[in-house]
């Protein structure tokens, strides 16, 4: 079975700084995607960025980019210029590509706080 | 529009009672998803839904069953709840494998 581990339950950052989140992950498959979700207090889940195994290229949306380590198994995310609006909860998710449709493994979260 | 809702948002119940929740998409997606959210925020998939096809978590108690009318809902039933049943409960949907799963607003239930 997969497992997704975030070693950093939390996190604080000074506003307009970067942070990086941890990510590792363990699989015995070749094909998968791995995902990062924010959870703010509202408890909405949002998706920030999405990454597919097979693309070597680090995916990257706005201020938010991953430093994808694939034989490493890591997956981290960098936030750039640090907003109030990025404090919340940030869950590293694993998905693969092989048959079935189980969803996703969740690690058990990164609270990131922003210090204005 | 709501791409993926729940209903209700909030449910306060007694222990041994019996309870649904409801999840619809508008987005066309063919696979539909149940999480649940213990009171450490972490989540685990109990259910997935394809085609008809029904995935189950093997930790899930029997007591859950997911109920599917048509592509675009996936019920999530409760039977004789227990304390330990309290939580968030997400639905959510996908198109495909490997894309984007949209999340419900979830469901926060109460077992008194």
């Known amino acids: 079975a997969q497992t997704v581990t975030q070693s950093q339950p939390e996190m604080s950052v000074q506003e307009a700084e970067t942070v990086t989140l941890s990510c590792t992950y363990d699989?015995?498959?070749?094909?998968?995607?791995l995902f990062w979700y924010k959870q703010p207090p509202s408890r909405q889940m949002i998706l920030v960025i999405r990454?597919?195994?097979?693309?070597?290229q680090n995916a990257t949306e706005n201020r938010f980019s991953v430093n994808f380590q694939k034989a490493a198994k890591s997956f981290s995310l960098k936030i750039s210029d640090s907003q109030l609006g990025d404090a919340a909860m940030y869950f590293c998710?694993?998905?693969?590509?092989?048959?079935?449709?189980?969803?996703?493994?969740f690690g058990k979260g990164t609270h990131l706080i922003i210090q204005p | 529009d709501t791409a993926v809702s729940q209903t209700p948002k909030y449910l306060v119940t007694q222990m041994g009672n019996d309870k649904s929740i409801k999840c619809e998409q508008n987005?066309?997606?063919?696979?539909m998803y149940w999480y649940k959210q213990d009171s450490k925020k972490f989540l685990k998939i109990m259910f997935s839904y394809n085609n008809k096809e029904l995935i189950i978590n093997e930790t899930v108690p029997n007591r859950f069953s997911p109920k599917s009318p048509d592509k675009a809902h996936l019920n999530l039933h409760i039977n004789s709840l227990e304390l330990g049943d309290s939580a968030v409960y997400f639905c959510?949907?996908?198109?495909?494998?490997?894309?984007?799963?949209?999340f419900g607003p979830g469901t926060r239930l109460t077992v008194t």
């Open positions: 990454q597919e195994a097979y693309k070597q």
């Open positions: 998710a694993y998905f693969g590509a092989g048959g079935g449709a189980d969803g996703l493994t």
């Open positions: 699989t015995s498959e070749s094909d998968y995607y």
């Open positions: 987005l066309g997606h063919d696979t």
């Open positions: 959510a949907s996908t198109y495909g494998r490997g894309g984007e799963q949209y």
